[in-house]
């Protein structure tokens, strides 16, 4: 889906309290920033913010940080936050290519929602869930490696699935016709309008 360009989006998102401009001085040390222990579990690609907002609001033992490449979407998410006390959520925008310079070793759960399906062959290491991400992946996570996943895109779906495989994760859920108590914007046009929505959920230890 084309995104929609807000004016003056980067000035109006490092306005909250929320968005942490300078992330990889906090590389490997996360659970300072946050002030305790608990986990922490990431969104890559959060959009407009509604998935995460609601599990922090709903889980607060557990630390959540959505990373979102533009800033557009993010304008969304911090109106959303506007008058919300939430310590347990922090916003990052930055390119999840570049995820081994802001984490290591400190990530329990990684959430990949309805992330681009880059349909074309030529493009496929662009896919979230392509073997070169999913090595990034391995360097962030805490101890066990821990991965769900939600797409409309049929293709997306059957592509992941071989590549969690190929690269060692166990699939312990999967579902074609999912439906999430936490649901992102696209999420429910998506359910309103008939989509199917893929789900995967797969570790490795």
Known sequence: MRLKHIKNADIIISKSKYLINNPSEYKGKWKNLFNNNNDIEIEIGMGKGKFIISKA???????????EKYDSPLVSAVKKLEGLDI????????????????????????????????PKKRHAKRRLTAPNFLEKYDKIF????????????????????????????????????????????????????????????????
């Open 57 to 67: 609001i709903n889980n607060p033992n557990i630390n959540y940080i959505g990373i």
């Open 87 to 118: 310590p347990n959520l922090k916003l990052i925008c930055f390119d999840a290519n570049n995820i081994n310079d802001i984490f290591f070793e400190e990530i329990s759960k990684i959430y990949l929602n309805f992330s681009d399906p880059w």
């Open 142 to 205: 805490e101890d066990k490696k821990d991965i769900e996943m939600k797409t409309d895109n049929d293709e997306l779906y059957e592509y992941s699935s071989k590549t969690f495989l190929d690269n060692g994760y166990e699939i312990i859920k999967t579902d074609t016709n999912y439906l999430d108590e936490y649901r992102t914007e696209y999420e429910d046009k998506f359910i309103n309008n008939g989509k199917n929505i893929n789900y995967i959920h797969v570790v490795k230890k």
